[in-house]
Structures are given as structure tokens and as C-alpha cells.
């Protein structure tokens, strides 16, 4: 009878589902496409202005910092004898080579200085002599800081649009998931835990967003920048790229080890997340009995081991990525030394220009943030994937009460209703209800009364359809009420529960339930007929007094009072009314009694009665006992016939005798 509320279901998802749950995703972006579209756009320019900047350094240091041979063209001579030509064009220039003849030597070319002997000479004469050279620094070094701005323009850009149409999927989601919550049937919502249903539609949400907006990032971004720089670091010098690329393999392997191990503890987290918000949401609601039955102690020691476990699962998390950065880090090091070993020996040969050492460092450095990126972005993409496992899981249950094939019948006015051979269990076995059959003609009032526990309520729920009955069937006006229109009957009905609800919110809207077009005059009347008036004046704010959640900040008799309102507001044909079994004063007892008596008027109605003034007025009183009609009949045939019911009367007068809350729904 007890489930474990869906929680082992859970677990055992986890099969590589991604892809499959990506798909289903993916028409949720249907509205946004066309910002993912340019958000793509701009993620691949960014990319590109980023995988430039190295090369606009490597730029500055071949040629005019270190100029290079081959590359600024200025250079001529074998290893020793390398010569920077000076442009003698230009006067100052000229002027340096006859200042310093023995520095200088002239050939066919022009004039040209040994780079070595070039800090022989005095400092302004050095700036006069690479003026060219310094210019060159700095229209590089503007590129760079351009490149850098539009970088830094191109990203906000980025990241807005990403987040517009990131936060508009989110919003669309959750709306769906709201919806679909909402019209699923009663039955689901016994077996789920609210904190449950919450958690789905806030963090898993949220994490959903996360997957979104870092997917994306990731496959155009990363994935493109990797393919970059290595497109880059071969072309710029294919050797020293190819001996990076042997770590490769190695990193490869470990990111999905770890990938691999880190998808369970997630799995682990998300469950104990959920756990630990339903203890706090039943500890929350649960608080009176458990300070009154001094349950402190044993609650708390049931979260403690909660949130052991949590604790336990979080630390391997910690555990696992504490290895794996690291070993990450290792691995660029293990690189940049393979660069310097490689590289600066190729500088020192002369094979490598030192513009391709610096930029090479620098786009190792590019290189392995993105793999590092890829373990966090995994890491992002797991917590998403189980998060979307689990709305997707809730949004594929469709536990709905069917609706008829056939277009509905109309439903005219309730004429009649029928239980016929009615059967239910909540649980398949544990039989609520056996065989009840009765008949009610409009206008009519039947009372349903018997032991706790009986089904009274159970046949209350049939009949509004909470639920199905497992068998038998329950008619209108002839008509199977799984044939009929559902809304229509509902809104032909007021239904007083045994623990009535109010919503956060003013009393006024409460009791008009949505209905705009509520006059005021009729407003008056409603609080008349239900007795409501001097509750109403009592209340700080009147009809406008905002009530707290579930409507905890009036008593019981208050909100039976209100509820008994909210059903003359609607004005229905046929009132189900579950009485409630709380003690109440005699004079608020009158003052509901008066109201019900009032709205009964003229209306069909099946009331669960516990006192016996409200089954005595009835046309028809069915004795409910296990499940079963054991007695039915008016209140006189019924006393005359002594039996369970003449028995219950007799215990309840004896008790109001001994001044004992009224009630016959003792067994
Ligand atoms: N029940 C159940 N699942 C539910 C509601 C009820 O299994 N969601 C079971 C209860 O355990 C009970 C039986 O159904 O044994 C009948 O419940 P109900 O119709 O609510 O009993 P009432 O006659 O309304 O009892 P009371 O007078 O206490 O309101
Ligand atoms: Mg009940």
C-alpha cells in the first residue's frame, strides 16, 4: 500500500539517454531558433577574434621585436653575419650610419647593423634607427586591444541573445510542466511527494537552462576553438604541433573515466536533493505533530542520515573533480614543457622563430581550457540530463481519467443520478467501496452516514470524478458519467469538503472562485444565505483580509463557513457536501446547519453526514459500513427498523448527553 513514492523509479534510469532526451528537447527551441541561429554566429566570430589574438603577438615579435628572416624581410646573411638593413632613404637614418661607420656595413643591398651590435649604440639612437619598428608595436598592439573590445562587445552580445532565447525555452517549460501537473488526476498526487513535484519545476528546470545555454557554448565554441588552434599550431609549425598532440589520446581517456564516474554521483545528488526537500516540506507541514508527539529527536535523526548522504555523495563529487583538475593542469604543464624543450631548441637552431615559441605557448594555454571546460561543461550536462530524465519522466505520465471517444453529450439539467453496483479501491485488493447502488431524483437529499473509514468520502470522489471507480458504473440523467463532459458536471456542482481549502489570497476571492462578473449586491446575498456576515465584519480588511496559505489563519468553523459561500456563489444544481467531523461550537454549528439547510433548498444533494440533526432531514439515508450499503431508508423507517443506524443514533445521543462532541461516524 505504501510506495516509496517513485523514488526507485528514478533510479533506475541512467542508460546513455542523452542523446535521445536532447532530441526531445529540441522543440522547445522551435520559438528561439533564430536567436540561437545568430547566437551561433557570433560565438563562431568570437572564436575566431580569440584565436587571432596569440598570432597578433606572434605578429609584434617576428616582425619588429626579434624581426624574423624570413618573415619581416629586413634581415639578410647566414647565422653569424645576420644584418637589419637600414632604410637610408631617410635622413636621420642616413645620419646614424655616418655617426657609427665601424657598426655599419655597406653592400649591395644598402646599409645594414649586426643584430647584436644594434645596443651598442646609444638608446635615442636605437629609437631613431627601429622607429619603424616601435610604430609597428604599437599599430599591433591596437589591433590587439581592438580585437580584445570587440571581443569584449561581440560576447555581451552574445550571451544575451543565448540568454533570451535560454530563459524563454526555461519559461515554456515550465509552463508545460505546470499544465500538465495540473490536469493530472488525483490519483498521482497521492503517490507524489509535493516537495517532489516542486523541485521539478524549479531546479530541474533551471538545470535545464544550464544544459541549454552550455551545450551550445560548448559545441560551437569549444569544439571549434580546439579545431582552431590545432588547425593553427600545424600550419604555424607542424613538428612541434604534433608532439603536443601526443598527450591528446591520454586526456581523451581520462575525461571520459571521469566523465563516466561522475555521472553516478549526480545521480546519487539529485535523488538526495529530492529526499531531503520532501523531508523539510513534510517536517515544515507536519510541525504541530511533531512538536506534540515530541518527535524531534527521531526526525531529526532520519535527516541526519539524509544528509549524510547527501554530505557522502557531494565529497565524492569533490573528490572526483579534485583529481581531475589537477591531472588536467598536469597535462597542459607536461605540454608547455614539451613546447619550451622543443620550441626554444628550435629558437636556439634557428629553426623557429621566436614569434612561433610565444604564440605556441600562448595557444597551449587556449588549448587546454576548453578541455578543461569540457569536464565542467560534462559535469553541467550530467545534472541537466538527469534533471530532463526526470521532466520528461513526469511529463510522460499521463495519468489522466479518460475522456469519452464520442463528443460528449451535453449535460441538460441533473434529472437524476445513480451509483449502479459501484466498486473501488485505491489500491488494487484493498476494496473501498462493494456494490453500492442508489438512486437520487432532483430536488432530492440523501445522507451518507457510517463508521470512519466506511467510504463515504470515497463515493463523493467517484461521483466528481477524483477517480474511476474499479467497477460498476455511476450514471446522470441515464448517461455514464465517463461519457459525459466532466467540466460540465463539475461546474453543475459545489463540493464541501470534510477539510475545506482556501487559497492564499483575499477572502473575496475565495469565495467568487475566478468568476469576474460577481456583482455586489449578490456578493451581500451570498454572505446572507451563508450565514457569513458577522465573519466578514470580524476580519480586519473585511472581504479584502488576504488569508494565509491553505487558510490556516481562520478556524475550521470559519473556513466551513466560507466554503459553504464559495458554493452559493456558484449557484450549482447539486451540492456534494463532505461534513466536517472537527468539533464546533453549538452556536457556530447552528449558524452552519442554518446555512446548509439554505443551500440545500431546492437542490439535489449527497451529504456525508457525522451529526445526526443534518441525516435526519433527509429523503433518503444510506448506511455505509465497510464499503458496503448495509441499511437505507428515511430516519423514521430506519429507527423503526433497529438496526446499525438506530444504534449509531443511540450512541451519539448518549454521548451529546455526556456533553461529548456530536457525531455518528463513530464505530
Ligand atoms: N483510502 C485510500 N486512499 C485514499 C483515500 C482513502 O486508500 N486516497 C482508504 C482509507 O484508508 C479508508 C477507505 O479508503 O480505509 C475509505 O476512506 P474514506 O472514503 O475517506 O472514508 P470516510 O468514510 O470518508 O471516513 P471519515 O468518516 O473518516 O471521513
Ligand atoms: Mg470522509
Redesign the pocket.
Known sequence: MFSDYGYSEEKKLGKAYDFRLLKRLWPFTRPYRIHLFCAVLLIICITLLELALPYVTKMAIDRHIVPDREISGRIVGDEKNRLLYADTSRKEIADLVRKYPSLFHTDSRGSGIALADVSKMEMTDIMVLRQKDIAGVGFLAGIFLIIVLLDFGLNFVQVMVMEYAGQGVMHDLRMKLFSHIQGLSVSFF?RSPVARLVTRTTNDVQNMHELFTSVIVFVFKDVFLLTGIAAVLLSIRWQLALICFTLLPFMIWISLYFSRQVREIFRTLRIKTSEINTRFSETIGGIKVIQLFRQEKANYKKFTVLNHEFYEAGMGQIRIFGIFMPMIELFNAVALALVIYYGGRGVLSEEVSLGVLVAFISYMRMFFNPIRDIAEKYNILQNAMSSAERIFLLLDTDERLSSPEKEPRLLQNIEHIAFENVCHA??KG?T?LRDVSFRITAGETVAIV?P???????AINLLIRFYDPVSGCIRINGQDIRELDIARVRSETALVT?DPFLFSGTVRDNIVQGNRDFSEEKMMEVLENANCRSLIEKLPDGLDTLLSEGGSSISSGERQLLSIARAFARDPGLILLDEA?SYIDSETEVRIQEALARLMENRTAII?AHRLSTARSADKILVLRQGSIIESGNHAQLMEKRGFYYKLHQLQNRSSEDGAAPGI?VS
Not at 470512519?452 to 470515497?458: E, N, P, Q, Y
Open positions: 497521492n485505491y489500491v484493498e473501498v457510517g470512519t473509514g466506511a467510504g463515504k468520502t470515497s470534510q467531523t456525508v461516524s
